[in-house]
């Protein structure tokens, strides 16, 4: 993944390279480990490869050429920002990475050790000055979920330019109406930064790009139905990942394309795993990029992953924004409506997540759930319990992981992992 020919461009983005070198080492190898090892993937994952192996070098040049042109980088860290109002404004959305436990020394330097591993990423990337996204980015904008994040946000804010949105953690009709007005500030800013009105016209446009890229990962997740899986959890988390950093048109092409392969594949009965491999549905918090350790315990062990009950997975790509808005504020309520549907553990209460993880269970034919939380996320590891009961009415199988992104507890993630699967084949 290093290539020395962005040198000159990361150095001018005040990146550490000897670090930063070593980090695309470390990616380069993992890499190859957890992906390029897999047999039988679609010939369509070569978009992935490559899109990996570019991941910070063309693409932050993409980014760096648009900005000579005076178009805004806005990065965010939630599922909850909505990309729309950067897309409106002829800016560029970067969904940030947080899946990397390379900075967390740094991090640890300023954040409490007991913070779970995202925030640490996130901090630790900027203090270490490792992530040219971050460097590119104009604005990142927070919001209010997690205790964490928002505590964080006012830390990062003296690093780097932060925007805060305050999101309800009800879904009230005055939760919505405060929800609506934080959506309208957050507009007045993206106009302020980028110098560009957001009209009707630009966003109903990005209304329809976003959409059209949420609509082709439905259309991903629906081939996964079928029995023996057309694609790996790791290809599809991956495709889940790309999303937040690829241009948008670009990445709607290239999976559309792989769908139509994968749906020939369903033809043909032609699959990654065997028919009898467990199908798993993975669910709780977000799996950023570069973070693969989980999928990887669970399919090198046999299993197959059909489905992400995660933001980066279903609950991010399930709802698209109603289309039917026609003035500026019409849109940006559709806009809000979308996204206060998102069901993160930070709301109180939240019984659709459960519904939603019930329904995906019986969609996907799971033979069981893995519940995945971050250690120290408060909203998931406790809402863990409710999962598991929910469940647990309904006679699916729940195994709840509890981890970092350290390596060191992968042998015991293997050893819980393999007891699970020897349960479900029994
Ligand atoms: S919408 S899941 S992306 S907040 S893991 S930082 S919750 S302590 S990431 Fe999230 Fe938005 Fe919700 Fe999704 Fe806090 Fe938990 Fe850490 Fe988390």
């Not at 925007?163 to 302020?192: D, Y």
């Not at 790009?209 to 081939?223: I, P």
């Amino acid at each position: 993944m290093s290539n020395s020919k962005y040198e000159q461009m990361w150095r001018d983005l005040g990146l550490d390279i000897a670090a930063h070198d070593g980090l695309l080492e470390v990616l380069g190898s993992a890499y190859k480990d957890i992906y390029l090892s897999q047999e039988n993937r679609p010939k369509g994952t070569e978009y992935l490869d490559f899109v990996l192996s570019e991941i910070h070098g063309l693409r932050i040049q993409e980014l760096m050429e648009a900005k000579a042109q005076g178009k805004k980088v806005i990065g965010s860290f939630c599922l909850y920002v909505p990309e729309e109002l950067a897309l409106a404004v002829g800016g560029i959305s970067v969904g940030l990475c947080a899946g990397a436990d390379v900075g967390t020394k740094e991090a640890e330097k300023v954040l409490p050790r007991n913070t779970c591993a995202l925030i640490k990423s996130f901090f630790g990337f900027k203090l270490s000055a490792l992530c040219p996204y971050i460097e590119a980015c104009d604005l990142v904008i927070g919001e209010t979920t997690c205790d964490g994040k928002k505590k964080a946000y006012e830390l990062f804010n003296e690093y780097h330019p932060t925007f805060v949105i305050e999101l309800p953690q009800m879904k009230t009709p005055e939760a919505k109406r405060l929800w609506c007005s934080e959506i309208g500030r957050l507009a007045t800013k993206i106009e302020e930064t980028s110098g560009k009105e957001i009209t009707a016209e630009n966003l109903r446009a990005a209304v329809k790009t976003v959409n059209a890229k949420r609509s082709v990962l439905q259309r991903l997740s629906a081939l996964r139905k079928a029995n023996p899986a057309p694609i790996s959890g790791r290809d599809a988390l991956l495709i889940n990942q790309v999303q937040f950093y690829d241009d948008p048109v670009r990445f709607t092409g290239k999976i559309n394309a792989l769908c139509d392969e994968l749906e020939e594949r369903v033809e043909k009965g032609i699959g990654v795993a065997p028919a009898d491999a467990p199908r798993i549905l993975v669910s709780g918090c977000p799996m950023a990029a570069p973070n693969w350790k989980v999928p990887f315990v669970i399919e090198k062990n046999g299993a197959v992953i059909v489905g992400e009950e995660s933001c980066v997975g279903e609950r991010g790509t399930r709802n698209l924004v109603a289309e039917d808005g026609q003035t500026r504020d019409e849109i940006l309520d559709r806009i809000a409506e979308r996204y206060l549907n998102i069901d993160c553990a930070c709301f109180t209460p939240n019984d659709e997540r459960l519904d939603h993880i019930v329904e995906m269970a019986r969609k996907y034919k799971v033979a069981g759930v893995i519940h995945y939380a971050l250690q120290f996320c408060a909203p998931y590891t406790i809402e863990a319990a409710r999962v598991e009961k929910a469940l647990a009415r309904e006679n699916i199988p729940f195994l709840k992981l509890e981890t970092d992104y350290s390596m060191e507890d992968v042998p015991q993630l293997d050893t819980r992992v393999q007891a699970f699967l020897e349960i479900l084949k029994q």
